[in-house]
């Protein structure tokens, strides 16, 4: 409130120092001291309008926080380092899943169960729990909470993983023992419930 009280003033600051600036010019008076005045009224105005929460990327919806989490799953978009000589695919199957765990700690723990090849990433974090809770109730919000993006972010990740480890591997993102709301394979979407 006290935002609008600002941007509301800066607003009539501005209107003023503008009327006062073209009286200045219009009798050749000195203009330093309004074009100053007149310039931090504009700036003060501009920045209070900003702060205003009506400007907020902070929005009603719970899914707003997907952006942020969606900037920590492209950090897993890189290639993991696998398949050096001597070494098993077991052993790189391991050595994946701790790159991905460590990739992927802020969004929640990394599990892989050898005989479906999956690599599954069970959500803890509270704001994507959050966001996935709000998708699944109203999935039309998946284009405003920047799931799209996310869904990228998980193909490249994807990708990755069929490049050091071959085909046949999938990724898969779900909340507690729900079905995944995510499902990937060899650099592709298998299943995107919001879609």
Not at 9 to 30: D, E, R
Not at 165 to 172: A, N, P, V
């Amino acid at each position: 409130m006290m935002i609008l009280g600002f941007a509301i003033m800066g607003g009539l600051i501005t209107i003023i120092a503008a009327f006062s600036l073209v009286m200045a010019i219009q009798n050749g008076s000195s203009k330093v001291g309004v074009s100053l005045l007149l310039g931090l009224a504009l700036l003060g105005t501009v920045i209070s309008i900003w702060k205003l929460p009506y400007w907020s990327h902070q929005t009603a919806t719970p899914a707003a926080h997907t952006a942020k989490q969606s900037q920590i799953s492209s950090q897993s978009g890189q290639a993991f380092s696998a398949s050096s000589s001597g070494v098993t695919q077991a052993d790189n199957e391991k050595s994946v899943q701790q790159q991905l765990a460590k990739a992927l700690t802020k969004l929640g723990t990394v599990t892989f169960d050898r005989s479906s090849k999956t690599y599954t990433l069970t959500v803890t974090n509270s704001d994507l729990k959050q966001t996935i809770q709000a998708l699944t109730k109203k999935p039309s919000l998946a284009k405003q909470a920047k799931w799209p993006r996310f869904v990228e972010n998980f193909t490249k990740t994807s990708a990755s993983l069929e490049k050091s480890l071959g085909k046949g591997y999938s990724l898969e993102v779900r909340v507690g023992h729900q079905s995944p709301v995510l499902v990937f394979k060899d650099g592709y979407v298998v299943k995107n419930q919001f879609e």
